[in-house]
């Protein structure tokens, strides 16, 4: 039986880092599937999803910049990786069967749709899920603003920013034993103590905006719906 949903529309927001499985660099695409699966599980519950994928699993405007490339084309090389993700993410999603538009905040009409809100909307009031590709079409941000500005935008319940651990912790989880892990935690709390869930700018319009974001772990399998379900573990950022 499928469980019933405590949210009516949410944001996902996946690293591209996520998608390369144990790789050092790309995509790997049976773990794009899993995660395809993982949104399809919350689709099945009724639920409106749209999602932002980030492109560092193939480019990221700093580490261009750090090796002396100009700082916005290296930006805009960052988004066209993003372009990359969100479509191997639509193709995973349709051998599910799930109508799904790439949306892309750079116009590239022979590849998917521009970025328009209205017509976003209503994808997803016809429950198609929405991949919105290319950050925020500018340079100098990043894919969790992207996040945070779609949320606000679609008017999303929250972000949930799928992770490899199940939620924020005081100190790093991987390497001490005694890291505790927030239920809750504050906007501002998260920006004083350089916790990382988001970039500063992110978590500030996030705040600004009283967008709830829902850290939690995309390894666990299933660990989407049962969030979605009301249960699982996780830590809320409001
Ligand atoms: N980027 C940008 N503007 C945006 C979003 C992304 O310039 O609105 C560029 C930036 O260079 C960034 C890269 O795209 O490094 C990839 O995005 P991000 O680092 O957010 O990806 P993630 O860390 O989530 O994989």
Redesign the pocket.
Known sequence: ETPKATFRRVLL?????ALMGDQQYGLHPPTVERIAREVKSVHDMGVEVCMV?????I????S?SAQGMERTT??????L??VMNALAMQSALETLKIHTRVVS?IPMDQVCEPYIRRRAVRHLEKKRIVIFA?????????????ATLRASEMACEAIFMGKQVDGVYDKDPKHHPDAKRYDTITYDQVLTEYLKVMDASAIALARDNSMPIIVFSLDEPGGFRTILAGEGTYTRVH
């Not at 290296?74 to 988004?79: I, L, Q, T």
């Open positions: 927001k996946i690293s591209g880092e994928i980030g492109g560092g699993n480019f990221r405007g700093l261009g290296a930006d805009y090389m960052g988004m990786g993003t905040a290319a950050g925020t079409g500018n340079p100098y941000f990043t894919t969790d603003t992207a």
